[in-house]
């Protein structure tokens, strides 16, 4: 069985040019729940998902993953897919070509894997269409796939349904509960209220450089 992934954010301060972003923030997050951050544009979502990702190092504080310190014992969290604002794609190849280089990278997702992921979030996978041709939905769609292709155990989703069509916005609901139920540890931020009443199992509010949870 595989064990719950636990990720806890632990006294976090982050500034930039002297401006203070996030202080002292606390977060305690495990397996098998879908949490919502929320907040206005520049609130520090994107801030702190980076943080979590490895991206950027916070001031002060510090954040685990099942116990390793990442930027001391680990580089990056073991396990974890995410969309942080806008994915880069190669816009001249198509959709599977581009999963295909970035599974080349850790060598954990298969040819066969990429293929059922695209068709799970709606893709052909078959398609000659350069992503630079795609619809914004459909690039949401290849971001998600190419989040969630190497099966990681920490998801992490920035404006997920941003572009999807109603349909897109039902069977994307339906994955993320499918990967809740299966042991994942999502965090999403989105402005749709609806979104994150439907999936979020607790939501943060991020207001002033601090993290509320919110009764909303």
């Known amino acids: 069985m595989t064990r719950e992934y636990r990720l806890a954010v632990k006294h976090i301060t982050k500034s930039f040019k002297k401006e203070k972003i996030l202080e002292d923030v606390n977060l305690d997050f495990s397996g098998g729940h879908i949490y919502g951050i929320v907040g206005k544009n520049g609130t520090g979502k994107s801030v702190l998902f980076k943080m979590i990702c490895g991206f950027i190092h916070?001031?002060?504080?510090?954040?685990?993953?099942?116990?390793k310190k990442i930027g001391k014992d680990i580089d990056f969290p073991e396990s974890m897919g995410a969309i942080i604002e806008a994915p880069g794609f190669l816009p001249y190849q198509s959709g599977i070509k581009n999963l295909e280089y970035l599974?080349?990278?850790?060598?954990?997702?298969?040819?066969?894997?990429?293929?059922?992921?695209?068709?799970?979030?709606?893709?052909?996978?078959?398609?000659?269409?350069r992503v630079g041709k795609y619809s914004l939905g459909m690039k949401q769609r290849l971001a998600i796939a190419q989040a969630?292709?190497?099966?990681?155990?920490?998801?992490?989703?920035?404006?997920?349904?941003?572009?999807?069509?109603e349909d897109g916005v039902v069977e994307m609901r339906r994955i993320f509960n499918n990967l809740k139920e299966r042991g994942k540890l999502l965090i999403l931020a989105s402005h749709n209220k609806e979104d994150i009443s439907i999936l979020c199992d607790?939501?943060?509010?991020?207001?002033?450089?601090?993290?509320?949870?919110?009764?909303?």
């Open 58 to 67: 916070a001031d002060e504080g510090e954040i685990e993953v099942n116990g």
């Open 103 to 129: 599974a080349g990278i850790r060598k954990i997702a298969t040819h066969d894997t990429i293929i059922k992921t695209m068709e799970m979030v709606g893709l052909d996978p078959f398609s000659k269409k």
């Open 148 to 165: 969630i292709m190497e099966n990681p155990m920490i998801i992490i989703l920035d404006e997920p349904m941003n572009g999807l069509d």
């Open 202 to 216: 607790e939501v943060y509010e991020i207001k002033k450089g601090a993290v509320y949870l919110s009764n909303s």
